[in-house]
């Protein structure tokens, strides 16, 4: 009896509840000075305890009990906008919020969600502010979106020099690098001393190492999200600067005030410009340079329809006009369209398209060779979020994206005589997923991020196949060439299909800390085919086939967050695992390049990594920056190498530890300062040597791999800045940079080769060989860089 009085006391309950009315509050939140969305802003009832945060485009939806509500806006760097509004019916509420460097009356200067690291429920989350990226010293002044993360935990790069970035024991080509949603292939100019994201047409830099949502696919080890501005509706803005390698300028302006506004950005380096006075013979008309162009366009057609279209267009250049010479580039288009259904209701569909090409060259009257080779992708991706309550945010959609290799057209000529073309046949593919996800608040203490992702993959026709006849491990597969088989234009070769669950789950103590857990399952379809320590811009990237499987790959993590001294430091330590499996390995000497049989010279192998990251974090005072440390190891088992056995992957590196800081001195100058000490990357060193007509030839036996380490890596870089003087009638401001890049001229080394020593060996003894270290930057670079906006 009393079990059916208390059931009934909760159904009643249960049913007032359902009875109390709600309305919902929506709308977006703006900078009051451009016109710009803000990604991430706070929107928080005192009354109701609820709140949430703007979605990628600046829209938020908070639906609240009938009454009176004191509705509080917050964004990092803008003042607290607070307003009261009786909620008798659904309201559209947008919100323009002011600098916080201007006064005004009866506004809080606050920052955006103080405790985000506590609260919210994802975690391996890192937001990189522009205002962060630009103060951080960087090689010649010239600040960097990819330099700037491998600041982070978890992050790491091989080498100076070396293109791209690993996370959490990751390979370059595991990460998804998205510029407005489209994919970029090669993120790096000059073989990865400069990316290729212009830092002023930068709005918003969010890398996820791990707990990724269920709308981002395609890749093992994290996704790496960059959003470019819209453009000023409210005023002409021009700014730029002037450096020693390169300069930039971005105009933004409305094209109707309010509505529709532009931006455009362009950089042009001039190495080879400066250097041609000095060059001469045969390095006469050198080339070394990269430039790209970033543009976009917005209107808003009325309150319920919003329409993006963006893009960016990139080269660099290397070689000699009587040498050789090569090139490659990224070409983005995208094309977003924002629809608003209901108040709670928000679609985004993406379309894009994504070019990379790259082109090697050997210029000489009588004998040349010309190689090109390209990736592209278009995809259409429908995206619905729907806001249920204060406590359930749905998101569900699905993409489809279609891939076009080119692995290779060659053409050449020898003795003056042209050679037949030869070419590799294209490769197609076409990649699938529906997905849904929900962030659940089951409590004030508890929340889930929940979701599954169905993703499919077919290698798709017009194709020619082979069977491969099996070998010993660690040895190449020859085809077998009665098996050939012919398939036709759209006609599925092989499909893979995959579900991804994901999950996360945030249990907070107090206000100051909470514990996190995260789970989740990747499948990548497309691999970057490459036996070098770091990545170039010739690497070939291959589809999954009949013979090559996707990536898989799970992890785990546990992290805990706590904020002390009223946010002023946060603190959080993570841990990881992650088993992956289908990894592609090469057989010694494989030949990855213009090879039709190039499956045959990769092995299958299983990896894993692991690893402990601690990152401490000062956001206010005069002195700010954060202290990371991460220990991780990423290890591969391929038979026939290392005895079958686990060894370090290529870009393994145990010990990294960065610590960055930023001083304001007064208002006109600032300090900052990185230093970053990584332990040594694997490399092979030869067990013996043969000797051949008394020269002693480096060789390895048993199939070893990866079985020293080059030496340990550190740098002190700083640099600081002078702002010019402020006058409050003028627009224009200007600062400048002075830097010392690698200011104690550390010889870090890039990599260790052995050759035969010079030295004359005594007679009847092979020559000794000697080892080789070298260094991409091993001297102090000083930098002075002019910046101005308007």
Do not use: C
């Not at 959490?168 to 994201?197: C, K, T, Y």
């Not at 399952?521 to 320590?533: G, K, V």
């Not at 005069?622 to 391929?638: D, M, N, P």
């Amino acid at each position: 009896m009393k079990l059916t009085i208390a059931l009934l006391f909760l159904l009643i309950s249960q049913v007032i509840i359902a009875q109390e009315k709600q309305f919902t509050i929506s709308g977006y939140v703006k900078d009051n000075s451009s016109g710009e969305t803000l990604i991430g802003a706070s929107v928080y009832s005192a009354e109701a305890k609820a709140g949430v945060i703007t979605n990628p485009y600046g829209f938020y939806s908070l639906t609240l009990p009938e009454g009176t509500h004191n509705i509080s806006f917050k964004f990092v760097g803008f003042q607290t906008f607070n307003k009261e509004i009786s909620l008798t019916a659904n309201q559209k509420l947008n919100i323009n919020l002011v600098s916080a460097d201007v006064e005004l009356a009866e506004v809080v200067v606050t920052g955006e969600r103080e405790d985000a690291n506590v609260a919210d429920v994802q975690m391996s989350t890192q937001k990189m502010e522009i205002e962060t990226i630009l103060k951080i010293p960087a090689l010649l002044g010239e600040v960097d979106v990819i330099k700037s993360i491998q600041l982070l935990p978890g992050v790491s790069t091989v080498g100076e020099g070396a293109t791209g970035f690993n996370v959490r024991g990751g390979g370059v080509g595991q990460n998804l690098v998205l510029l407005d949603e489209a994919p970029v292939f090669n993120s790096s100019h000059l073989f990865g001393f400069f990316s290729v994201f212009n830092p002023d047409a930068v709005k918003d830099v969010k890398l996820i190492k791990g707990g990724i949502p269920a709308q981002y696919g395609g890749r093992l080890s994290s996704i790496l999200d960059v959003r470019m501005k819209e453009g000023n509706s409210k005023q002409l803005k021009v700014q730029g600067g002037i450096g020693a390698i390169f300069s930039r300028l971005t105009v933004e302006a409305p094209i109707i005030k309010d509505k529709m506004s532009f931006l455009i950005g362009g950089r042009r380096s001039y190495i080879d410009i400066l250097a041609a006075p000095f060059l001469n013979d045969d390095l006469s008309g050198s080339k070394f340079n990269f430039w790209d162009l970033t543009a976009k366009i917005n209107y808003d057609i009325n309150e319920n329809n919003k329409i993006f279209v963006s893009g960016y267009w990139g080269r660099d250049t290397f070689g000699s006009s009587n040498i050789f010479e090569s090139n490659w580039g990224n070409v983005t288009g995208t094309l977003r369209w924002n629809h608003l259904f209901t108040e709670k209701l928000f679609m985004n569909v993406t379309g894009y398209i994504s070019d990379y090409d790259y082109h090697l060259g050997v210029n000489d009257t009588q004998d040349s060779f010309e190689w090109d080779s390209r990736v592209k992708t278009y995809s259409v991706k429908p995206e619905l979020t729907w806001y249920l309550g204060t406590k359930n945010t749905i998101t569900f959609g699905g993409q489809s994206i279609v891939y076009d290799f080119s692995p290779g057209t060659t053409t050449a000529k020898s003795g003056g005589q042209e050679l037949p073309p030869f070419s590799l046949a294209k490769q197609y593919g076409w990649e699938n997923a529906l997905y849904i996800g929900n962030d659940q608040k089951l409590s004030k203490k508890v929340s889930l991020q929940y979701g599954l992702r169905f993703s499919t993959f077919s290698y798709m026709g017009p194709a020619t196949t082979y069977e491969y006849a099996p070998a010993p491990p660690n040895t190449r597969k020859e085809p077998i060439l009665e098996s050939e088989k012919t398939y036709e234009a759209w006609e599925p070769i092989e499909t893979y299909y995959n579900l991804e669950p994901r999950f996360a789950v945030k249990y907070q103590f107090n206000e100051k800390s909470s514990l996190k857990a995260s789970y989740n399952r990747m499948a990548q379809y497309i691999h970057l085919i490459s036996n070098t320590s770091a990545a170039s811009p010739l690497d070939v990237w291959s589809p999954s086939t009949n013979n090559i499987r996707p990536q898989i790959g799970d992890q785990y993590a546990l992290g805990y967050f706590r904020n002390f001294k009223e946010n002023t430091f946060e603190f959080s330590g993570e841990v990881y695992y992650k088993p992956l499996q289908n990894l592609i390995d090469y057989i010694d000497g494989a030949d990855i390049l213009l090879n039709e049989y190039l499956e045959g010279d990769l092995l299958p192998s299983e990896g894993r990594a692991y690893g402990l990251e601690l990152y401490m974090k000062k956001n206010k005072g005069k002195l700010t920056g954060w202290v990371s440390y991460t220990f991780a190891r990423s290890e591969q088992k391929t038979d026939g190498i290392n005895l079958g056995e686990y060894y370090p992957a290529r870009f393994d590196q145990a010990h990294n530890l960065t610590v960055s800081s930023f001083y304001d001195i007064n208002e006109r100058w600032s300090l900052s300062a990185n230093f970053n000490f990584v332990t040594g990357t694997p490399t092979t060193f030869p067990t013996n040597q043969i000797v051949v007509q008394d020269y002693g030839v480096p060789h390895n036996v048993d199939g070893v791999r990866n079985n020293q380490r080059i030496g340990y890596y550190h740098r002190l870089d700083i640099s600081a800045t002078l702002n010019g003087k402020k006058k409050p009638d003028k627009r224009w401001e200007h600062y400048w940079v002075f830097g010392f890049y690698n200011t104690y001229a550390r010889r870090n080394p890039y990599s260790v080769y052995f050759q035969p020593s010079a030295q004359r060996p005594p007679e009847g003894q092979p020559a000794p060989n000697q080892a080789i270290r070298l260094s991409v930057i091993g001297t102090i670079i000083p930098s002075v860089s002019y910046n101005f906006k308007w």
